[in-house]
């Protein structure tokens, strides 16, 4: 009955996303939310395979969106707009855990790591459904969330990992498999196009399952990976265009869909102790702020002919899924963070991304708003 369930969720709430304009990925996180703690949906193995799958092939597709014209052109505004908005909230919020909440030093930086990220996979189809995407001022804003979460991962591999002689290989391993992958996929596209096998498909699928692979003994997070990756395949794609619609089909219409359902699960309203209330009291607010200053002054000043989408950086910025629960997870497993100071970032990690899609939502109100203002005052002159 539960494998019937989560389906039914991601329809559902798919469909109230649709009628009330919020970002698809926010409702399914709600979905997961609903679903844990109302149906009791959680540890159903499949769900954890199909998850990791979704994240892997959403980032191929961020990856493969990346205009490297506009990227070229706008690399050093995305570079500051990334390194600000990371690590002023990071520093923000790691004071705040060592002074205000008498955390040790590990445990204070876990927290800043976690809380300073943002979801490339949230922005990514935020940006999508915004249409700005394929423009200037959508490559800036995703160039500098691709390097926020670069920028979190490498903190969290210098804080808390350990690089072997072993690390060093796979990581040699990984670039010469990156690198050759394309290449590979280029000659099989080329000899078996349009075959009723789905090799190309089934080439991709085993490229993709392989970044868990080496992402677990590099210490990479596999999102990052399958990011570059569909970066170095971007160009061989646009000659197979038919390869892309399918695989699209299949991320964006099942397995993505999963992952955010997943993460909504992790969500879990019994816990929510006085004590984790407390915590997302303190951790909200100075997040959110952090998050939404930092990005909203430094992108307007950037760019002040980009003004008027200072509000709606301010906001994507504050996206923080993927690598802040990555994160939080880890310290969970680790005995870095205790479960009420895990709660409490998932709560806010969740919370903050909600508030940011009805900040996103009024915005792009305001703004066909003013449009039709401005027609409705320009009217047409007489034939």
């Keep these: 009955m539960n494998d019937l369930i989560i389906p039914l969720l991601i329809v559902i709430f798919g ?81 705040v855990g060592f002074i205000l909440l008498s955390c040790d030093l590990k445990t204070a930086a876990l927290i800043g790591i976690s809380l300073s990220t943002t979801s490339v996979a949230l922005v990514y189809p935020v940006l999508k459904d915004l249409k700005l995407l394929s423009s200037e001022v959508g490559q800036t804003i995703f160039t500098g969330a691709v390097l926020v979460d670069v920028l979190s991962m490498v903190s969290l591999t210098i804080i808390f990992g350990s ?47 392989s ?13 990052i990976l399958a990011f570059i990756l569909g970066f170095l395949f971007s160009e061989i794609l646009e ?33 929510m102790r006085i004590y984790v209330a407390i915590l997302m009291m303190v951790f909200l607010p100075i997040a959110f702020i952090a998050k939404y200053f930092s990005a909203n002054l430094v992108f307007s000043r950037l760019a002040p002919e980009w003004g008027k989408r200072s509000k709606l950086v301010g906001a994507i910025f504050n996206f923080r899924l993927t690598f802040g629960l990555i994160s939080a997870i880890f310290g969970l497993q ?32 305001e703004q066909s708003t003013l449009k039709r203002a401005r027609g409705d005052s320009n009217p047409r002159p007489p034939a």
Aim: glycine share 8%.
């Design 211 to 223: 970044l868990i692979f080496f992402s677990n003994r590099v210490g990479v997070e596999e999102a």
């Design 334 to 365: 680790h005995g870095i963070l205790t479960s009420e100071i895990y709660t409490a970032i998932v709560g806010t990690v969740i919370t903050t991304s909600l508030i940011s899609s009805m900040i996103i939502r009024m915005t792009e109100n």
């Design 163 to 209: 690089i072997t002689y072993w690390t060093m290989i796979f990581f040699i391993l990984t670039i010469l498999f990156m690198y050759h992958a394309p290449k590979i996929g280029s000659l099989l596209f080329k000899r078996y196009r349009g075959n009723l096998a789905e090799i190309e498909l089934k080439f991709l699928s085993f490229i993709l399952i």
């Design 239 to 271: 000659e197979h265009e038919e390869i892309t619609e399918k695989l699209r089909g299949i991320v964006f219409g099942f397995m993505s869909p999963i992952f955010f359902f997943k993460a909504g699960t992790l969500m879990k309203l019994s816990g």
């Design 15 to 95: 469909i109230i996303s649709l009628e009330i304009g919020v970002a698809a990925p926010i409702l399914e996180i709600i979905a997961g939310l609903v679903g844990a703690n109302i149906f009791q949906l959680s540890d159903i193995p499949w769900m954890d395979f199909i998850a990791n799958f979704g994240i892997l092939g959403l980032m191929f597709f961020a990856g493969l969106e990346v205009d490297k014209d506009i990227l070229r052109k706008n690399a050093g505004k995305g570079a500051i707009l990334g390194l600000a908005s990371y690590l002023i909230p990071f520093t923000v919020i790691s004071l």
